[in-house]
C-alpha cells in the first residue's frame, strides 16, 4: 500500500509539473489577438476568397459526404438540413433545424442524450475544418483587414453560432486568395494564434473546392472519402 502511494504521489507531481510548464510556455507563446479594420476592404477580400473556392457551386451542394482524420464520417444532407454521423459505434441523425428531432439510429451505447449531444459537438467541430472558408460572409461574422508582417490578413470572428461563439481565426492566402493557413483565438486552446495550415485543395464532384489536409503543430489531419452531390 505504501508502495502504491508513493507511485500515486510521484505520479501526481508529474502531473502538476506537466500543466505548470504548459501553462508557463503557453504564457510565453500565445499570441495577442490582433486589431483589424471592419469595412468595404475586408469584405472584399472575403468575396475573392470565396470567388477562389467556387462558392456557387457550395450553395447549390445538395449532398457532402467525409470521413474527418478516420474517426468519424458524415453524410450530410445540406439541402434538407439532416445529417448522418456515423462511427464503428454508433450512428446518429442529426435535426439540423431543430436538434430535439435528433434520433439515434443504432448503438453499442446506452446513453442516446449524450451521444447526440456529443454527435452535434463533433459535427460542429468536424465540418467547421471542412466548410470554413464558405463560412466567411454569413451573418453572424465580423471580418477585419490585419495588417501582419507587410501582408494582409482577413481576421474572422464568429459573434454566435456553433459550439464555441466568440472564437477568432486569422486567415492568410496565396496570390490567388486561395487560403494557406490560419491562425486561432479559440476558447478551447489555451494559447492564441496557434497556427494551421491547409493543404491538397482538390474540386469535388459538385464543383467546390476544399482542402483535404490540415496540419496544426506539423501534424496532419486528413478529410478523406470526401463527395460532393449537386
Same mark, same amino acid.
Given at each position: 500500500? +505504501? &508502495?502504491?502511494? =508513493? #507511485? $500515486?504521489?510521484?505520479i501526481?507531481?508529474?502531473?502538476l509539473?506537466?500543466?505548470?510548464? /504548459?501553462?508557463? *510556455? ?17 469584405? +472584399? &477580400?472575403?468575396? =475573392? #476568397? $470565396? ?12 449532398? /457532402?459526404?467525409? *470521413? ?8 450530410w ?8 454521423? +456515423? ?23 446506452s ?29 453572424n ?24 461563439p466568440?472564437d ?27 497556427e ?35
Open positions: 500500500m +505504501k &508502495l502504491l502511494l =508513493k #507511485i $500515486l504521489k510521484v501526481g507531481i508529474a502531473l509539473s506537466l500543466i505548470l510548464i /504548459i501553462t508557463i *510556455t503557453g504564457y510565453f507563446l500565445s499570441e495577442k489577438l490582433p486589431e483589424g479594420q471592419q469595412g468595404n476592404e475586408a469584405d +472584399k &477580400l472575403a468575396e =475573392k #476568397i $470565396l470567388e477562389e473556392l467556387n462558392y456557387e457551386a457550395y450553395k447549390n451542394t445538395k449532398v /457532402i459526404s467525409w *470521413t474527418f482524420a478516420g474517426i468519424h464520417s458524415y453524410e444532407h445540406k439541402a434538407e438540413n439532416f445529417v448522418i454521423v +456515423k462511427s464503428d459505434d454508433y450512428q446518429v441523425k442529426l435535426d439540423l433545424k431543430d436538434y430535439s428531432n435528433s434520433e439515434v439510429i443504432s448503438s453499442k451505447k446513453d442516446d442524450d449524450k451521444l447526440i449531444k456529443s454527435s452535434i459537438k463533433n459535427f460542429n467541430n468536424d465540418s467547421f475544418w471542412l466548410i470554413a472558408p464558405y463560412k466567411l460572409m454569413e451573418d461574422v465580423e471580418r477585419r483587414i490585419v495588417e501582419e508582417n507587410g501582408n494582409k490578413g482577413l481576421l474572422i470572428t464568429y459573434t454566435s453560432g456553433g459550439s464555441t466568440g477568432s481565426y486569422l486567415w492568410t492566402v496565396d496570390e490567388n486568395n486561395r487560403p494557406k493557413s490560419f491562425k486561432m483565438w479559440v476558447s478551447i486552446i489555451p494559447v492564441g494564434g496557434i494551421a495550415k491547409w493543404k491538397d485543395w482538390v474540386e469535388t464532384q459538385s464543383g467546390m473546392i476544399v482542402s483535404t489536409q490540415k496540419s496544426v503543430f506539423g501534424i496532419p489531419i486528413d478529410i478523406t472519402n470526401l463527395e460532393t452531390k449537386p
